[in-house]
């Protein structure tokens, strides 16, 4: 009896101690599991930093090669995108590589001026001193960048596998504690086993999981987004198309910078939370990364859950509600902040994959913060005429490159009182290899949009001088006036441009005139006017175009260097028939005297119409009446002889 009360009591001892293990290896195991998906998810983290640093040095390169591409429009966002993944990598790093993450990010703050000093020299045409602060600056910062990142990934998965085969060991131990007794094996076991598989699907929703906000992140996004695609391919055409909606956090970045990242934090999770709250059971939302988060509608057309006989397309409906729903200021801690959303949607085409129909959803929201909409679509039109931009940019490279395709022609200034030629206004043509002439309202708009307007500006005024060169070696001294766009004008390097351009071809300050537009005028008042004095300081006649078309041009008239007014000719054609433009005619042609300009009127089309301004005192005017824009070498008969 004593003997089996001992052999009780040791049995009871050994299922004590080993039951004591088994919870013990069991609280160990969930220990490093929970280490486990918290080294995984940081891993996942600084693999996104790796790819961003790449993809911005990927768009950095592209740039140099379509300076008006869409990447340089991504790259702006990307470089934000890679400071904020590098700030949390420096966050969450441990100690012993805290040090070489914060450097890290340092750099990344310096490599800032850099890029934008290299997107600089893009913009102005500068290609060489592009290459190289390309080859000499950025890359090399940035190859050291990623070098370091690298670095950091790899001793933090060298950590990672260590610690998961001792979670292997660990678990052993208990397989062979559980062995020694049969039942209480069994037992332990049966609950190891069901912890194990418990754990492992823990692990798997933990590397898809976005660790601040605990929505889906990318990886497991685009997952969605692909099953969503195979399983529109197995239905068919009965099956609506999956749409994906892009939304960015307008003003994220001041918010970090002036409330500190603690905030924009808070402000990410409760961003989260709204957006999950607008959106349907079946639907999913991902942070993507930074301040972008995502949208997966599996089918655009359902029934409204608040109006269930009611169809509407979700993502108009959607974007509507998100932009309400963001009107209600967020209370974090003690801040409030205030801020709106920007967002795109793209529905999936045959054929396309799920990075594609992300990238389309990114692109619409970026047109959509670019235009202030607050929301747009991705069309495939949309596609299709940025393509076409892009090679009629290329075909203008290339036209300016060889020169043959441009040409300048030259439509004469009638002095009204004497009948003669007073200058001419120097017009570009384009003569395309396979579409033939197109038409300046065509190709000028599109330059304008581009630092490529830099250089064809610069291609007219060398033309325009070389001819004004040549007609003063034959003995006329004729004023050219050249048209500038607004994006020229603004350009700081352009009158010391000019000034060269001058000394080069031999020409007087005052056998060139510059015309402007008022919307020139307005776009930037303060840096118009300066520009428009170094001009002046040069001799050069400075030209306001189409006057009367803008809405604040008297306002800022006599502070403007000017020494032409030019009347538009919506006014002077119909000032025949019509009283009050002549009225408006007769008034601008006072005021422009008034202020000592010279008054020029455009658009003549008949006799009587120029027979009525010089009634009126205008200066000079141009028109079909008196000539057509033409080659230089068709005007020297009309050059030399007064009109009647």
Known sequence: MRASRGMTVAFGA??????????????????????????????????????????????????????????????LAL????????????????????????RIAARQDALEPTVRSYLVAVDEGNVAAARVMLEQDVEPAMDALAANLQTIVTAESATYLRARAGAESDSRLLLLGSAAIFLLGLTVLTLYSRSERTQRRQIEHLAGIDALTGLPNRTAFAARVGDALDKKGEQGAEADPPTVIVVN????????????????????IEAGRRIIAMVRAEDTVSRLGGDDFAILLADRREPDRREPDRRLGLDEDLAKRLHEGFLAPFALDDVTVDIEVSAGAATAEP?????????????????????????????PEEAQGYAARITMLGDLRRALEHGEQLTLHYQPKID?????????????????????????AEFIPVLETTSLIHDFTDWVLTAALAQARRWDDAGRALPVSVNISTRTLLDPGFPDRMAEQLRTAGVPGELLCVEITEYTVMS???TTIGALRRIRDLGVKTSLDDFGTGYSSMAYLKTLPLDELKIDRTFVRDMITDAGSLALVESAVTLGHRLGLTVVAEGIEDAATGEALAAIGCDLAQGFHFARPQPAGDLPGLLLTPRP
């Open 79 to 102: 470089h934000d995108r890679t400071h904020a993944a590098i700030d949390r990598l420096a966050a969450t790093i441990d100690p012993e590589h805290r040090v070489t993450a914060e």
């Open 351 to 379: 054929g396309e994959d799920a990075t594609a129909l992300l990238v389309h959803a990114d692109l619409a929201m970026h047109g959509a913060k670019k235009r202030r909409s607050g929301f747009r679509r991705f069309r």
């Open 14 to 75: 050994i299922l004590a101690v080993l039951s004591g293990l088994a919870v013990l290896g069991s609280w160990r195991q969930a220990e490093i599991v929970d280490q486990l998906a918290a080294d995984a998810d940081k891993i996942d983290s600084f693999q996104e930093a790796i790819y961003l640093s790449q993809r911005e040095m990927a768009l950095v390169q592209a740039v140099l090669n379509e300076p008006d591409g869409v990447e340089r429009t991504e790259l």
């Open 249 to 268: 956090l307008d003003g994220f970045r001041d918010v970090n910078e002036r409330f500190g990242h603690r905030i924009g934090d808070l402000l990410l």
């Open 524 to 526: 930037d008042p303060g």
């Open 416 to 440: 009204l009182l004497g009948g003669a030629v007073a200058g001419v206004e120097a017009l570009a043509r384009w003569h395309h290899p396979v579409e033939g002439m197109v038409s300046p």
